[in-house]
């Protein structure tokens, strides 16, 4: 099993571009989220999805577009990208959601935006 | 919102020493979480707490839930190269595990041969 997996693992954006950064998992868990983790900030939760068609937002979800088409895939859209967004982006998942299960994390998504 | 605190922020230890780093929430958590991240990857689950008063030990790292179910330590024995990275605590937050976990800003610790 792969695990988390996210593309890419590095990408550099010019003010106003978007782009799409990819998330699947292959452990058929419900529950994916997308975090950020800037430095002295620790992780902050941008979006997160319960199941395939259900999103909700989390702490710091401004500027940032979700979707769960299916179990497997949870991308994360950037419509207009600024230099705020410049960050590390981690995808986490775990089996349901439900309290006190770990969240697997994939490897990670380093955004530059200049 | 909650909060969860951490402290240190850095911690440089020699190796052999032991190393401590503290968390604590603003509101009652139902468990709390720790994660290690090495540098240049990515958190990595380490172990649950749910119990009032609970310690676990795993190998040379021990970890603490307070009485209150506020406050929480992780501490390491002689520490080991191997230990470099960044600890971090986390809380469900208050609408319960799906609204995600909030996390502590980490503790660094630095590892001086």
């Known amino acids: 099993n792969a695990g988390v997996t996210q593309t890419p693992k590095f990408q550099v954006l010019k003010t106003g571009q978007s782009m799409t950064l990819q998330c699947a998992q292959d452990m058929n868990h419900e529950y994916m989220s997308w975090y950020r983790q800037d430095p002295g900030m620790g992780l902050r939760l941008i979006h997160y999805?319960?199941?395939?068609?259900?999103?909700d937002q989390g702490e710091v979800p401004n500027g940032y577009n979700v979707s769960r088409s299916t179990t497997e895939d949870f991308p994360l859209r950037l419509l207009s990208a600024a230099p705020s967004q410049t960050s590390v982006y981690f995808c986490?998942?775990?089996?349901?959601?439900?309290?006190?299960?770990?969240?697997?994390f994939g490897s990670g998504t380093q955004l530059s935006v200049l | 919102g909650q909060q969860v605190m951490q402290i240190p922020q850095y911690q440089h230890v020699q190796e052999g020493e032991d190393f401590t780093t503290y968390c604590n929430s603003s509101t009652t958590l139902s468990n709390i979480q720790w994660y290690k991240q090495r540098p240049g990857g990515h958190p990595v689950f380490l172990i649950q707490?749910?119990?009032?008063?609970e310690v676990k030990k795993q190998k040379r790292l021990t970890f603490q839930f307070g009485e209150a179910k506020k406050n929480s330590s992780l501490h390491i024995t002689a520490t080991q190269t191997t230990d470099v990275g960044t600890y971090f605590c986390?809380?469900?937050?208050?609408?319960?595990?799906?609204?995600?976990?909030?996390f502590g800003k980490g503790t660094h610790l630095i590892i001086q041969p």
């Open positions: 707490l749910v119990k009032s008063g």
């Open positions: 986490a998942s775990s089996y349901s959601g439900g309290v006190g299960e770990k969240l697997f």
């Open positions: 986390a809380g469900p937050n208050s609408g319960g595990g799906a609204d995600g976990l909030t």
């Open positions: 999805s319960v199941g395939a068609g259900i999103t």
